[in-house]
C-alpha cells in the first residue's frame, strides 16, 4: 500500500500523538479514530464523556432514587 504525506499544525499533531497507543502507528490511529460508528467497540467510548463533579453526584442521586422506586414497586 503506498502513503501520503500530510500537514498538521502542532497542535494537532500533540493531540494524534496523545491517542496513540504504545504498538500504534499514526496511521492505525487515524484509521481508528475514523472508522464508521456502526464498527466501533463499546471500550472506545470508555472516557469520552468528562463530567463535573456537580454532574458525577447528580447522576449518582438519581440512579439511588431510582433504584429506591424499583425495590419500592417491585421488592
Known sequence: MGSKTISLDE???KRLR???NTNESFSDVVKRLTRPLKHKSLTDF???WHLSSHEQQTIK???KELG?????LFG
Open 18 to 20: 496523545k491517542e496513540k
Open 68 to 72: 429506591e422506586q424499583f425495590d419500592a
Open 11 to 13: 497542535e494537532a499533531y
Open 61 to 63: 442521586t438519581v440512579l
Open 46 to 48: 470508555a472516557g469520552v
